[in-house]
């Protein structure tokens, strides 16, 4: 058992169910938008908000927001772990995307319940 | 007249690996990549390789042919040499002892990290443990394994972490175990192999299946050993 | 005079990482004896692993009446009379233990409906001390059961905790001042390094040597090297004129084809298509011993009934069986086929021809695998401090001819023995003086001479030529004249090899200096092996001689002994004395 | 003896099978998206701002031939990384996991994706 505290959930499967599971959650938030593009060609301000505004949307956007997180990191840190091989600069790497999600996360938030 | 590379280096000798190039007379027979290697060696005697069974079942002479990876001893000229060129190399990824001799001792250990043995913490009957005709087919696929290292030194995955992932090669052996009816030892087996890098690293790239000279499939069977976790987490 | 070698103590070491070592190294460190096993390849890479048909064991799963005595008979009947019955009888009767024990290590048998180890037939088996037609009797793991038991005793071994000293090469063995064997000294391939393995005991289990012929089933690293060692040590060595010529060979390639390739149905057909075996042997036909098909093949390929090219083989017929029967029972077969002689046997018969495979001589050992200095006709003196098992031993178990299928039980059964007399002696308190530095200094005169070697000969030139000399005056059939000759070709060729020239002199991974030992051990061993075939003038067994076409109970009902130092044969009193029963006495030999 | 051994690690020698390249391409896609998730991001919020925002980010999006190629270039990269997603769930179900399938799947991914690569540069243009 190789043993790693950086790692998202620390264990193998943990990690790899939630990348799958926040993959599916991000595939279909994608879809539902590249639909919703398709469906509204003239897209304008209004009907770009007001689709916001729906709890529900909001909800799906939420979740997709938080999928992103978790599947940002699983992903980076194994690619961290892979070809970064001086512990300083891994770890290093490893902040870096950490911070960033935890910024987007934060900004995602405001955005969504800010306008 | 074949051209043939090969990686040359000598620990004594050299600071760095070089390629060497030699000619072999081949009489327009398709020879298998182990017989040039010997009219090499006859040329050159300092040339070193493995090599035993020459039929493909001891799997000492694993090397790269001409970028694949595969059994010098049952792989003939005519399946890899093109524009009447052969490079040999040794397999990627393990540190190299002398010319296409590899240093195998990473491979053995995560081998031997699966506890290839059976375990059965009940008392052995008088004859053998009763096994099915269709308990044993479930092996089939998994025992024939030679150790060549063919398939584990094809894998990027293990490449970049040799000493956390188990590779290909040992991962087929645990599921070899996890699937023996006569093995009691599963959720230990199980437990062991639950963490992001043993198992979790194989990405499917199918490059272990390319190369086994065996013909055997390491990504299925990780596959259901990551099913075996599955269900017993859930 | 030698540089001071640096040493490594142990209490047992067992030299060769095959079936018989490692179920040696097996059984002593389970007893806590401190052990090393010295391996020239990684375990599994031994040539254990290209065992194909099975492991012959009366376990009674094919036949629930099974009887162990069946198969002593039959083993008795195969050598020819010259096997020994108490170690026949040893190894018939442990075998099941045995066997079990191998299962209950994980070794991935073929099964039966029941659950129980499945049984092929094989030849020279039979039911009732042969009045009961054909047995079933070798236990399977397909068509690859020596690479399942070779991993299956390596997994053992690393279950255990052997001590593993992999691609180690043992050169010679030391011998103490009282004439008993306590260690070796060995060479660590990756670096070079010389070093002397200290021990108590000493356990050879180096296998064959069938390198010393052209053509031969054996893996290349097969090059006798126990036997070498023995011989320059002065110890002799026991009926090495009979070789096996296994019938089926891949013409060309010399890869093994199983003789469970004929236990499924599959039989030998000539160029006419006829069934030639039924002539040769009309009761067991293409289950006949090994050395009745081989020359029976020869015999048909000689009088023009040959088949290919050059009418130079025989064809082995299997597309009757099925595709599905091929598949699931002899996949092995099918992939070397393909690959070896560019025939897919689901289609077309296999071009085969009798090829070198076994050596049934070896060093004489008792039935704890001891090491036996045979003095007189009826009288042993024991080496102490050696033993020997498997291949490399002449317990023995396959006299003149070996059946098929006992080479896997020979080697678990007494791998098995020599590590409980072992235990035994040791826990009995043996004791040894040690070796002064002169003691090593002998030892270490051969490696010597290679390292100072100025110029000479190419290892190369003279391992073709040995190898070209055996096969023609040593092959299935011999003759004294042509014997003869042989014998003055090895006597010459001897010169070239002490000049032999070794080019390389560096350390790591020197694969031309582990060359040039083995080439030094094939020739002791085909030298034995030629002046113990030209002594023996009857036919038995696998030496069959056109000028002394008969077997001679009384003459040679015996083992030959080579004896290195004066070179020459003597005679040794075969066992007739089994434990539980009364023995068989010869009779004539025919399927 | 005590230097260290050299690494037969040249990239350029190895072959490896299509489904590799998918794999590979699957990380850099990934690493890309990460990277410009603060474009998505951008977009997104000045989208939502007020109406002049949204009508920047229409602007950009149909005249400014840089925006438009970073759009592009995110949404192949984006429609690559989901393809090869979806490919990688089949094989968790037990699919494709043969040599052939697999390479037949890779094809289908990478081939899929030039289509979508296409589609998207002539919705965006």
Redesign the interface.
Known sequence: MVTSITSFGRSGLYDWLVQRITALVLGCYTVFLVVFFLSNPGLNFQDWTSLHAQLPVRIFSLMALFSLGAHCWIGLWSVSTDYIKPFGYRFLFQVVVGAAMFIYIVWGIQLLWGF | MLNVSIYRYHPEQDEKPHMQDFQVDTSGKDLMVLDVLFSIKEQDSSVVFRRSCREGVCGSDGMNINGKNGLACITPLSSCVKKNKLVLRPLPGLPVVRDLVVDMGQFYKQYEKVKPYLLNDTPAPAIERLQTPQERAKLDGLYECILCACCSTACPSFWWNPDKFIGPAGLLQSYRFLADSRDTATQERLAELDDPFSVFRCHGIMNCVNVCPKGLNPTRAIGHIRNMLLDRAT | MAENISTMSFDAVVIGGGGAGMRAALQLTEAGIKTACITK??P????T??AQGGITCA?ASDDPDDDWRWHMYDTIKGSDYIGDQDAIEYMCSVG?QA??EL????L??????????YQRPFGGQSKDFGKGGQAARTCA?AD?TG??LL?ALY??N??GGTTFLNEWFAVDLVVNDNKAVVGVIAICI??GETVYVDSKVTVLATGGAGRIYQSTTN???NTGDGIGMCLRAGLPVQDMEMWQFHPTGIAG?G??VTEGCRGEGGYLINKDGERFMERYAPNAKDLAGRDVVARAMVMEILEGRGVGKNADCVHLKLDHLGEEVLESRLP?IC??SR??AHVDPVKEPIPVVPTCHYMMGGIPTNVGGQVLFPESESKDRVVEGLYACGEVACVSVHGANRLGGNSLLDLVVFGRAVGLQVEKSIRDGYSVKPATQNNIDVAMVQLQRLNNSKGGE???VVRTELQRIMQLYFGVFREGPSMRKGLDLLRQLRGQLQNVYL??K???????RIESLELNNLFEVAFATAVAAEARQESRGAHARNDYTDRDDKQWLKHSVYYPEEERIGKRDVNFNPATMPAFPPKIRTY | MSKKRPVNLDLTTIQLPLPALTSILHRVTGVMLFVGLIFFFYVFDLSLANEAGFNTVKSLLTQHFGAKFIAWGLLTALSFHLLAGVKHLIMDFGYAETLKSANLAAKVVLSSCVILSILVGVWLW
């Open positions: 390849v990684f599994t890479r031994s040539h692993v290209s376990i099941p066997v079990f299962d209950h290590m994980g991935p048998f073929s099964r039966t409906e029941k659950g129980r180890i793991a690859r690479h399942a991993h997994q053992g690393l279950k990756e670096t893996a290349h690293i390639a890869t093994l092995g992939e070397l690959t070896f190419r290892i190369s080019q390389d560096s350390q790591a991974f020197n694969t031309d």
